[in-house]
């Protein structure tokens, strides 16, 4: 069983910056892919960025390049996303998720909303972006 608990949600004005973690305990995580992914009202759950613990690829949603990083702690078991330059349209409520399967990322991807195959997800946490 995993368990995943995100933080450092919260409101914050158009440019600014949070950094969200998610704190993951339970079975071992060698070889977990973990991801945050987000879902906006009225709008299905969309991959933001994603971390390989083993090897520390990352890969990152298009709209989020060149203004999230997602890092891991593999000592604390905590994955983070920084923001940078947050928008309006970042506004969502920001899910982690874990996925032991060792599936390729574009398998991943490719099973889609709600839950892209992933068994393992926090509650949530609500990001607010005021323009």
């Not at 995993?2 to 914050?12: D, F, I, N, R």
């Not at 879902?39 to 060149?66: C, L, M």
């Not at 604390?76 to 599936?103: H, I, W």
Request: net charge positive; aromatic share 12%; proline share 5%.
């Amino acid at each position: 069983q995993v368990q995943l608990v995100e933080s450092g949600g919260g409101l914050v004005q158009a440019g600014g910056s949070l950094r969200l973690s998610c704190a993951a305990s339970g079975r071992t995580f060698v070889g977990y892919l973990m991801g945050w992914f987000r879902q906006a009202p009225g709008k299905e759950r969309e991959f933001v960025a994603a971390i390989r613990w083993s090897n520390h690829n990352t890969y990152y949603a298009d709209s989020a390049k060149r203004r999230f990083t997602i890092s891991g702690d593999n000592n604390k078991k905590t994955v983070f996303l920084q923001m940078n330059g947050l928008k309006p349209e970042d506004t969502a409520v920001y899910y982690c998720a874990a996925d032991p399967s060792a599936r390729p990322w574009g398998q991943v991807i490719g099973q889609g909303p709600p839950n892209y195959g992933i068994n393992y997800w926090g509650k949530g946490i609500l990001v607010t972006v005021s323009s």
